[in-house]
Structures are given as structure tokens and as C-alpha cells.
């Protein structure tokens, strides 16, 4: 289940983020078919603390994009001077994670609650996804987290060296690179999903004591 930690955005307000993030914002809002409510996909730490309370969760698959710890965290997870890492979808192949649903009358406060949270830097490119889910209704068009490999928060391929290193030293306002990547695994295991990826960096981790 999702659990609740300490609110850092308690403070924080739609029009202090950077203007690329706001005009983003006001697309999204555009492109959003409200009937249902707000459709969010999750696929990193929204998975195991998305910040409310979904009003249907359920297993769903995206095709066209996957996902990968390759977005640079100089807020979440890291910092200016030792930048962090979380997930991102990247173009190409496939991704299951979670799709929730949001009440109606909940979705707009949600929607803004989560801009300030993942789109403090404005690195993402949100998109609105078909999901795919297996015991739930046909395909739904869901929120989702992107990014180009044209952004400077892009770092590219990781060395495992490079990598450990992150791992050993990143902390930022929700904590370090190595407990999100401890979480990412144990919440997918916890919904059937095997990231191939995701449990080779962690037994890397482990190999080298972390």
C-alpha cells in the first residue's frame, strides 16, 4: 500500500515554479478530459508515496516509453553539489507500473499538488499516456512524467562506478538515491513487476556493501 511521510511542499505555491513549468501546467490542463477524473500513471516514487489518497489503483502497461534511473536529482534526491538520481520515462520499448484515479471533485487540487512536486525543476515533459491494464476497463489516457534525451537533467549511460558513487553519497529533500532505489524494487516486487534494470543496480549495491 502507499503510505504518507512528511509533507515538504506544505509551503510551496504553483507560482513560484519556473515559468516553463507553469506555462506546462496550463497544457496539461488543456489536453485533461475530466469526466473520470484525473488518470495518473506511476512508475517511480509516486508508486509508494503519490502524496493522496487514489480512488482506484490497478496494475497498467504503457508502450512506447520505459523506465529508467537517468534523470539528475539536484532537489529530491540529491543536490547542486552532489546531484541525485530518480526515475524518468525515456522513449522505446514498454513499462508497467500503477495507474490511479483520482475523485473528481479531488483532481484539480491533486493535479496542482502534483506539479509542485515533480515539476520544481521543470525537467519533465507530462504527457497524457494510454494505459493499458489487464484487469481493469479498455486503454485510459493517463498523466505521466516524461523526458527527452535532449535535457541537460538527461546524464546518459552510467558507469557502475559513477553509479555507486551516486548511490553512495546523494541525499536531497526526500532522501537518498539508494533508499529510492531500494523502494522502487521492494513496490514493484509488491505489485508482480520485475524491472530487470532496477534489481541489477541494486544487487550492485549490495555486492559493494550499500
Partial sequence: MPVMIDDPLAQARLEDLPAHSQQLLKVAERQ???EHGLMLFAYGSLMWNPGFVPAQTLVAKVRGYHRALRLRSLVNRGSA???GLVMTLLSGGSCRGLLYRVDPQDSEATLHRLWLREMV???YVPRWLECHCPDGPGPRKALAF???RRSPG??????DDRLLHILRHARGRYGTTLD??????ACLREHGIHDRALERQLA????NGL
Avoid: C, H
Avoid at 538527461?154 to 558507469?159: E, M, R, T, Y
Fill in 154 to 159: 538527461w546524464v546518459g549511460d552510467l558507469s
Fill in 81 to 83: 553539489e552532489q546531484p
Fill in 32 to 34: 485533461w478530459d475530466r
Fill in 204 to 207: 550492485l549495491a549490495r555486492q
Fill in 180 to 185: 529510492y532505489l531500494q523502494r522502487a524494487v
Fill in 121 to 123: 525543476v521543470g525537467t
Fill in 146 to 148: 516524461t523526458l527527452s
